[in-house]
């Protein structure tokens, strides 16, 4: 019999969201996603990301910033933490 483990989503805000370094990381990703979207090159609703070319989420410099696939961006940070199972 196969249990599904159902997110605590309190808990996990409580334990990494919501520490600072993490709310400084989720601003710049914000901003760039932001600054993007006034430029016109990604959409709401887009299947696209703004890709930190450094890994660094607080570097927002033009160089830094590349428009890539969601499933292409969301891949390559797996693969870059270590996370990605086999």
């Not at 483990?5 to 709310?23: A, C, G, I, L, N």
């Not at 797996?78 to 996370?83: F, I, P, Q, T």
Request: no cysteine; proline share 3%.
């Amino acid at each position: 019999m196969t249990y599904k483990r159902t997110r605590d989503y309190e808990k996990e805000y409580k334990d990494f969201h919501s520490k600072p370094e993490q709310v400084k990381n989720r601003m710049g990703r914000n901003r760039a996603n932001y600054a993007m979207k006034k430029a016109g090159k990604i959409k709401k609703g887009g299947n696209k990301d703004v890709h930190h070319k450094d890994g660094n989420p607080r570097n927002n410099t033009p160089s830094n910033l590349k428009i890539v696939a969601s499933g292409k961006n969301r891949s390559n940070n797996k693969k870059r933490s270590g996370r990605r199972k086999a």
